[in-house]
Nanobody
């Protein structure tokens, strides 16, 4: 499956951004989807994940209550709505896909990755 993330940009602290990830190539609904981010000089970290049908979502503690992940299997897209952004949210954000039966809800076993989209939060 090919993934393309978009929607990044520059936003002030406290503001919002909506990231989208478009999937193509294989049956989108066969994959759990996740968002990750990598800040400068830091390791990539798990942000959020959603089950194949969208019935289960998981978030890192750092974004819980501020970010919302959703998906539309008819449109082959997954969205990350980011509210109340903080300066530590500055990072490249990546969407990724994991097959069924993997540890996707733990942020592990993601097989397919898209190119990232830059999010910069100014303080």
């Amino acid at each position: 499956v090919q993934l393309q993330a978009s929607g990044g940009g520059l936003v002030q602290a406290g503001g919002s951004l909506r990231l989208s990830c478009a999937a193509s190539g294989r049956t989108f609904s066969n994959y759990a989807m996740g968002w990750f981010r990598q800040a400068p000089e830091k390791e990539r970290e798990f942000v959020a994940a959603i089950s194949r049908r969208g019935s289960h979502t998981y978030y890192s503690d750092s974004v819980k209550g501020r970010f919302t992940i959703s998906r539309d299997n008819d449109k082959n897209t997954v969205v990350l709505q980011m509210n109340s952004l903080k300066s530590e949210g500055t990072a490249v954000y990546y969407c990724a896909a994991a097959i069924a039966g993997s540890r996707w809800f733990m942020g592990l076993d993601y097989n397919y990755w898209g190119l990232g989209t830059q999010v910069t939060v100014s303080s």
